[in-house]
């Protein structure tokens, strides 16, 4: 390397370090939006995000939050693994639960009451985040939420995402991303009906068990109260906030889905809040 | 001679190497040091186009798998499909996220790698030879201008990654 290269890879370096103050400062002044959706059908959600993901890209709106539950839903990624599914899917309409074939990663997996979901619609290359770092970073936003009650949760190991209270699932990952923004996102266990897992092969795992917070936490959960969702968000911002560094949060209350109209502005569902 | 020295050995550590036939990888400043190839147009989005004669071959950049974490399932378009410039054209699927591939430049596609489905670590191991994903006849050549050089590319991630 001659000297004038030298020279050049240290005014390089230099850019580099004004570049990475300005990032930071950039990423001290990002700014979410969380929206409390309380329990909302699986195609509504979907089709909520997509909007989402559409804006985001297009940058009318900043990074957003969704918090919901879903009624009694399976839904399968990308790789479709139907096999994973152990009973027809008339038996399953029997149940009162819906199936539904998405463009996520991973595999089958069951949403339902009292499960905390979050679906983040942010923007990855802003924070100059890949997937396999964003993913990580949802892990650990369901471990700082287990910890909280005294659960030691863990990541799991090659081959079993998602996280894990030794050999039992406490929380499932799946994500899409789509011109570096995300959609999809995390499912945490509070305290569902576990025994609809029953009737899968949770996330194409076999022989392994799907836990929840209450039955591995020796301490007492925070009241439910109404659909759920107040609990659902308080908790799920305990273990989001320490992982994603937003300076600025801006909280949308109980957000009804109303009607399904087109209007002009930024959401093609009608919001109402109480 | 002590300047040689030093010179010799932080070339060692940036890895900088003779060339390959006809691609060599430029001095790349990311901290991970991801390859980034001479002879190559980039897009933002990661993939890169290798243009020779009226075929251009496509893949994602060896920036791009590092991020991405172990590639476990690759969906490519059929042959005699289209490809437009910045839309999507497959997905690959890695750590429970499935991340949408753009192409860089319009075409139609007249081979995908078969070989992506059996296996798709191939993006991994080899992002920039066995891991192509298309081949396409482009429709209009001339959006290789608005693409990225191999030195333009290698700042683009350094800016990328120096906010982590």
Not at chain 1, 13 to 19: D, S, Y
Not at chain 1, 97 to 122: K, S
Not at chain 2, 51 to 61: K, Q, R
Request: net charge neutral.
């Amino acid at each position: 390397m001659t000297i004038p290269n030298c020279l050049l890879l240290y005014a390089e370096l230099k850019a580099a370090r004004v570049l990475f103050i300005v990032r930071m400062a950039m990423r001290v002044c990002r700014v979410l939006e969380v929206f409390r959706m309380g329990t909302i059908n699986y195609l509504d959600a979907l089709k909520l995000q997509e909007k989402l993901v559409t804006d985001r890209k297009a940058r009318k709106i900043s990074d957003t939050l969704l918090s919901l539950q879903h009624p009694p839903t399976y839904t399968l990624g990308k790789r479709r693994t139907d096999y994973n599914l152990l009973v027809t899917e008339s038996e399953l309409q029997s149940m009162g639960a819906e199936l539904h074939y998405t463009q996520r990663g991973g595999d089958i997996t069951f949403h339902g009451p009292h499960q905390a979901i979050l679906y983040p619609i942010i923007s990855l290359r802003d924070i100059g985040h890949g997937a396999r770092n964003y993913v990580e970073k949802l892990e650990s936003t369901m471990i700082e939420l287990a910890s909280l009650y005294g659960v030691k949760a863990r990541a799991g190991q090659a081959g079993e995402m998602g996280v894990w209270v030794g050999e039992r699932k406490i929380g499932a990952i799946g994500v899409r991303i789509s011109s570096g923004i995300t959609s999809h996102g995390l499912a945490f266990n509070i305290d569902p009906d576990l025994s609809y897992f029953k009737h899968i092969v949770p996330c194409g795992i076999a022989d392994k068990e799907v836990t929840s917070l209450r039955r591995e936490s020796n301490e007492t959960l925070p009241a439910e109260e109404g659909d759920d969702s107040k609990r659902c968000l308080s908790m799920s911002l305990d273990g989001f906030n320490p992982n994603f560094a937003y300076a600025t949060w801006c909280l949308r209350e109980h957000c009804k889905l109303l009607e399904k109209q087109p209007r002009h502005g930024l959401l093609e569902f009608i919001w109402a809040s109480r | 001679m002590a300047l040689r020295m030093w010179a010799s050995s932080t070339a060692n550590a940036l890895r900088v190497s003779s060339s390959r036939t006809h691609l060599s990888p430029a001095l790349s400043l990311s901290r991970r040091f991801s390859s980034v190839l001479d002879g190559l147009k980039y897009a933002s989005s990661h993939e890169w186009v290798k243009h020779e004669g009226s075929v251009a071959t496509i893949g994602i950049t060896d920036h791009a798998q590092d991020h991405l974490g172990e590639v476990v399932f690759v969906e490519l378009p059929e042959p005699g499909g289209s490809v437009a410039a910045t839309k999507g054209f497959g997905a690959v699927e890695s750590v429970k996220a499935t991340s949408d591939v753009n192409s860089p430049i319009s075409g139609e596609v007249i081979e995908v790698n078969t070989k992506l489905t059996e296996t798709p670590g191939l993006i991994n191991s080899s992002p920039y030879e066995d891991g192509w994903m298309i081949k396409i006849k482009p429709s209009s050549p001339a959006e290789l201008e608005s693409l990225m050089g191999a030195k333009e590319y290698t700042k683009f991630c350094e800016e990328e990654d120096a906010s982590h």
